[in-house]
């Protein structure tokens, strides 16, 4: 066998699609999801064996037996891919390193606390599935993989890196999200094949100046870490598309190097304490998206807004801008009718004591900014859901006190940490069905999972309460992390809808940087906030077994899993392309 990037199917592909499952409860299918699990976790398409109750947070699997792992070894022999997620694994079974050729490796979402050094005997491995573990350290052999191209240890306990991962000289894919990282490896600039790069939800307060040295870099995800600065090399990266900084705090500014990255399309430096942006950014020639809302901007660089400018989308809620910056923002709105300007209540009511009453044009897209963070709470009334001319909307600023609607929506962010749910939400809003909702947007920029395992939740759970109280009914919409987000406020929803949600932590590959009791207790919270649902708690998952084991412990009566034919944790996109997202969201929406 050939050491070389297999072309079989990846993970998540779609599968044919067919008419969805739902069930109810606990009368979940046993052949869809398995037993409902009561003490024990439920014995899941036999992959692996249940055994009796896990200490809290723990993986609570026996490791596969000998005879299924002799079997998954043969197949792998011949095929050169072998899976061993989900098994409840606390070592690399020895017998993996005997297959030489083995060209795909997945271990993910298990208990593994150490990669043997034997990992060099794998030299054809273009792709390494380690996310979901307990890995605190990686051995140095890893580094002589040079075949290797994808490389996934994303929701572990990682603290350092191997000091030659640069060596990697092949590597495409390196996804280290949510793990306890302090600081990079000065050779990690050697990445020069590297496409993307996921660092979000670390705890990074610097970055090495080589990684200017990621000339082929696309996408760069750094949200959610300590950042205190970022590197002027960082503007040397011309072929980045995507950088994602929101959720770093102590940021506090930008270089003007950033004027290098002439690729860059999307950008993000929200809830990053920024109180100057350079002109070099906002002038690039393909930026489309820029979001700044929840800094300390004052005033913005005469480059904002230029006539000719390629801004589509401009996010500045919740930022002190001063009276005639928001008069050249409102001005500049007018004449480019192809830009949508975010602005909150706060800010134009500060614009129209300072310069007048003028006419909002209908391109600024009006908010309120219910708490000042963090996150992102970001009420948008339906008059601007639905289009309605300014002129004829309930003003927020004169003072009335209650909603002009009478259900809310809350849509989670997931751990992108940006607002989701915007272009569904529009298109619900066109519905002649759908009465009037109003949308409250909630992000955790840090990637924290609304802190459903600390104290931290009540910064999230207090505006909920606040907002919610204005309401008859409350829908709680959320997709991944912010599926868990929804799970977790459901005591204050009469309706919940969540996608794809992570709920048991331990098992969970898709998760942030946190002990076991902190996952413990983020599942216990869910657990009772659903039970004190008002109304019905719709979750929805495909066949990806992952997803699938996570819903698992939701067999209150209350609870109606969706089991949808789509073999991907983005089942929430696919929905959306076939037209079914919107019907859901809709059907949410109707009166008990």
């Given at each position: ?28 299918s ?24 896990a ?5 609570a ?27 409840g ?5 020895p017998?993996?390193?005997d ?7 997945s ?43 994808g ?52 705890a ?7 990684i ?18 970022v ?8 072929a ?12 506090g ?20 304490g ?23 901007l ?13 801004l589509r ?12 910056t ?28 300072s ?41 927020a600023?004169?003072?009335a006190?209650l ?87 459901a ?7 969540a ?60 609870v ?28 949410s929406?109707?009166?008990?």
């Amino acid at each position: 066998m050939r050491c070389q990037l297999a072309s079989s199917q990846q993970p998540g592909r779609l599968t044919r699609r067919l008419k969805h499952t739902t069930q109810r409860g606990n009368a979940v299918s046993p052949n869809i999801l398995g037993p409902q699990r009561r003490t024990d976790p439920p014995n899941l398409h036999q992959r692996c064996n249940s055994v009796g109750a896990a200490a809290p947070g723990q993986v609570a699997w026996e490791p596969i037996t000998p005879k299924q792992l002799a079997l998954k070894l043969g197949v792998a022999a011949s095929t050169g891919k072998l899976d061993l997620s989900g098994c409840g694994l606390r070592h690399v079974p020895p017998e993996v390193f005997d297959i030489t050729d083995l060209e795909e490796l997945s271990l993910a979402g298990n208990g593994i606390e150490e990669l043997p050094e034997a990992i060099a005997s794998l030299p054809c491995l273009t792709k390494l599935q380690l996310a979901g573990n307990e890995f605190r350290r990686l051995p140095a052999a890893l580094t002589t993989l040079q075949d290797l191209r994808g490389l996934w240890l994303h929701g572990n306990a990682l603290e350092t890196l191997p000091e030659d991962l640069g060596a990697l000289a092949a590597l495409e894919l390196l996804s280290l999200a949510g793990n306890a990282l302090g600081m990079l490896p000065w050779s990690v600039g050697d990445l020069h094949a590297l496409r993307e790069l996921n660092l979000a939800g670390n705890a990074l307060t610097a970055l090495p100046g080589s990684i200017g040295g990621l000339r082929g870099l696309q996408t760069l995800s750094l949200l959610g870490n300590r950042l205190e600065a970022v590197p002027e090399t960082l503007g040397a990266l011309g072929a980045l598309r995507e950088l994602w900084l929101q959720g770093n705090p102590g940021l506090g500014a930008l270089p003007e190097e950033l004027g290098g990255l002439t690729a860059l399309t999307h950008a993000s430096a929200a809830d990053c304490g920024l109180a100057r942006v350079p002109g070099s950014l906002l002038a690039l020639p393909r930026l489309r998206t820029l979001s700044l809302y929840g800094n300390r901007l004052a005033t913005l660089p005469a480059e904002a807004l230029q006539q000719g400018t390629s801004l589509r989308r401009l996010w500045l809620e919740g930022n002190p801008l001063d009276a005639g910056t928001l008069a050249s923002l409102i001005a500049g709105a007018r004449m480019s009718q192809d830009v949508t300007v975010g602005l909150d209540e706060s800010q134009l009511q500060h614009a129209a004591a300072s310069e007048g009453a003028v006419p909002i044009p209908a391109n600024v897209q009006r908010s309120e900014i219910l708490a000042p963070g963090p996150g992102l709470f970001k009420l948008v009334r339906w008059a601007g859901l639905a289009g309605i001319p300014a002129a004829a909307r309930p003003s927020a600023t004169q003072g009335a006190p209650l909603a002009a609607a009478e259900t809310l929506l809350v849509a989670f962010g997931s751990a992108p940490g940006v607002p989701n749910w915007a272009g569904a939400l529009k298109k619900v809003a066109a519905r002649p069905e759908v009465a009037p909702f109003d949308v409250l947007f909630v992000v955790d920029a840090a990637r924290a999972w609304y802190h459903g395992g600390d104290a931290g939740i009540e910064e999230y759970a207090g505006p909920l309460r606040q907002a919610a109280s204005c309401y008859r009914q409350v829908v709680l919409l959320g997709d991944s992390m912010g599926g868990t987000a929804a799970l977790l406020f459901a005591g204050q929803a009469t309706k919940v809808v969540a996608f794809c949600p992570q709920v048991d932590l331990a098992r969970s590959a898709i998760r942030p940087a946190g002990p076991a009791p902190w996952r413990a207790a983020l599942q216990r919270r869910v657990e009772e906030s659903v039970a004190a649902c008002r109304g019905v708690v719709d979750v929805h998952v495909g066949t990806w077994e992952h997803d699938q084991e996570q819903v698992q412990g939701l067999g209150t009566g209350s609870v109606v899993v969706h089991v949808h034919p789509v073999n991907s944790h983005r089942l929430s996109a696919e929905l959306a392309r076939s037209g079914e997202l919107e019907v859901i969201i809709a059907g949410s929406l109707m009166p008990a």
